[in-house]
C-alpha cells in the first residue's frame, strides 16, 4: 500500500475504508473484511452511529491497533471548547481505544448557525490542538471546509490542519480547493469518491474501465489517486471492498485523466458547509 505524509510526519495509508451508513453488524463485518484484504485506514464519525461496531471490528481483526489508521468526526452542533473534549472522550470510548490517529471537524460553523462562526471554529480546534499536545490523537484535521473556513481559521490554529476531507468524484472535485488545500500543505481525502452510484452508467467512465480491463469503480479510484487526493470508499460487499484496494498495478494515461476531469456535474450531495442544514 502505498503512504502519504501529513505535513506533520505521520504516514497514513493512500486509500481508506469508508463507513458511512454501514449498520452495527455490517459495520463489525465490513470492517474485518476490509482489514483483512489490506485496507489499515479505517473512517468513521460519530454521526454514523457506528463507532462502537467500528471498535469491535478492528479489535476482531486481530491486527495490532498500531497498524491502523483510525479516522473519526466531531459532529458540526457539537462544536466548541468544552463539547469537543466531552464528545472526543464518547469517541474514544465506543470505539475502545487510548487515542485517535486522526480527529476531523465534519463540518464547519457558519454564519447561518452561529453568531460568531470564525470563533466557534476557533475554540473547536484550540480544544482539538490540546487533544493533540496531549496525545490523545496524532493528527487533527478538519471535513467540508472551504478556503473561506480554512484562512478564519489560519488567524489563530498554532497547528495547520493535516487533512481536509471533502466531497470529491468525477463530476464534482472541487479544483480550486484541492489547489488551495496543497499550497497549504493539506492532504485532500475525497469523500463520496463514487458519486453515489452515478459514475457506473457513464460512457466515459465504462470505455476507460474496458482500455485498463477494469471496473469504472477502479478507474475513479485509480483517477483520484492521480490527483494526490485519497479516496475513502464504502462497501459492505466482500467483492467490492477487496476490488476497492486492487489499483496500484495500473495508471491512466494523462489523456484518460483529462477525459474525466472533463465529466459534466454528477452525483454532486448538493450539501454546502455555508447552508446546512438545508440543501441547496
Known sequence: MKKIILNNGIELPAV???????????????VSSAISNGYRLIDTAAKYGNEEAIGKGIKASGVAREDIFITTKLWRENLGYSSTKIEFEKSLKKLDTDYLDLYLIHWPANAKNYDNWQKTNADTWRAMEELQAEGKIRAIGVSNFFREHLEALFQT????????????????????LVEFCKSQNIVVQAWSPLARGKVFKNEVLKAIAGNHKRSVAQVCLRWIIQHEVIPIPKSTSPERIKENIDLFDFELTKTEMEEIDKLPEMGFSGELPNNWPERI
Do not use: C
Request: no cysteine; proline share 6%.
Open 16 to 30: 481508506g475504508f469508508g463507513t458511512y451508513k454501514a449498520t452495527e453488524e455490517e459495520g463489525n463485518e465490513a
Open 157 to 176: 490554529a498554532n497547528v495547520i490542519p493535516a487533512i481536509n476531507q471533502i466531497e470529491f468524484h468525477p463530476g464534482y472535485w472541487q479544483k480550486e
